[in-house]
């Protein structure tokens, strides 16, 4: 009798952990299934944007592309001998800024510079330039206009430039310059049939506290930089003379612009 108990006990046990086996079971499923949507939710996008330690380090760095257009960055020094070489196998234009000389005596540091390469590598483009920039009706500010340059094949890796597009300003770098350049340098580079627009971030000059921030530089050129035609590419030009901090400060206000752009 005793023994007919025990085995009726042991049945029921066994039959009671089955069922509990079986519900376990039958849950797992329902359990992994409500895991999935926090298992499959897609994680938020990774910013874009480039690193410093690469553009210092002389490279011309993608930046993204956006609009069928590709944006580089990359830190020059118009002095250097092989200045932009990216520029150097592609047809290209380059926006600089000019001061009108009856404001600002010998025009800003990128025009001079540009009228000292262009008088030693080539006194014929030279002389078109210097001219109009001693124009005061072609320097009014808010003008932009262009010259075609035919730089000697010679010196061509010294300044690769096959359109020299100007934007005329006020008479000292200032936050307050507009960017009604953009979309005449855009279409100044399309009627040169140019593949690559270069472009400083005009107007900055790091010594002034006046001068124009590299986030407001950045986020009003992308809201001005028309969606379609030429040319295909951009170039950022950053001054390889900055100081440290001052490049820094650039490709993170880069970074965050696009981001938002």
């Keep these: 009798m005793k023994r007919r108990s025990f085995l009726q006990l042991g049945a029921v046990l066994v039959a009671s952990m089955a069922n509990r086996l079986y519900a376990a079971k039958s849950a797992m499923p329902r ?5 999935l949507p926090a298992l499959t939710k897609p994680s938020p996008p990774q910013p874009e944007g480039v690193q410093l330690l690469d553009v210092v380090a002389g490279k011309t760095v993608l930046l993204g592309s956006r609009d069928s257009r590709s944006y580089f960055v990359s830190v020059d020094d118009i002095a250097q ?8 196998g592609t047809r290209n234009a380059l926006v600089i800024s000019a001061y009108n000389r009856s404001e600002r005596g010998k025009g800003g540091a990128l025009q001079r510079a540009v009228l000292s390469k262009l008088q030693n590598l080539s006194p014929d ?10 124009n005061d009706e072609q320097m009014q500010p808010g003008r932009v206009f262009s010259f075609q340059l035919n730089i000697p094949n010679a010196h061509r890796s010294s300044f690769p430039v096959d359109r020299l597009i100007v934007a005329v300003f006020e008479g000292r770098p200032s936050g ?3 960017f009604h350049w ?9 009627q040169a049939q140019a593949d690559l627009l270069i472009v400083p971030c005009l107007g900055r000059e790091w010594r002034d506290k006046r001068t124009i921030q590299f986030g407001d530089f950045f986020g009003s050129f992308f809201n001005e930089v028309p969606r379609d035609g030429r040319p295909s590419a951009v170039q950022f030009s950053l001054y390889g003379l900055w100081p440290s901090f001052e490049l820094e400060d650039a490709v993170k206000s880069l970074n965050a612009e696009w981001n938002r752009a």
């Design 31 to 35: 359990a992994i299934t409500g895991l």
């Design 81 to 88: 001998v092989d200045f932009l070489p990216l520029a150097a």
């Design 125 to 134: 483009d030279y002389g078109i330039v210097d001219s109009a920039f001693s």
């Design 176 to 178: 307050d310059e507009g």
């Design 182 to 190: 953009v979309k005449p340098a855009f279409e100044a580079a399309e």
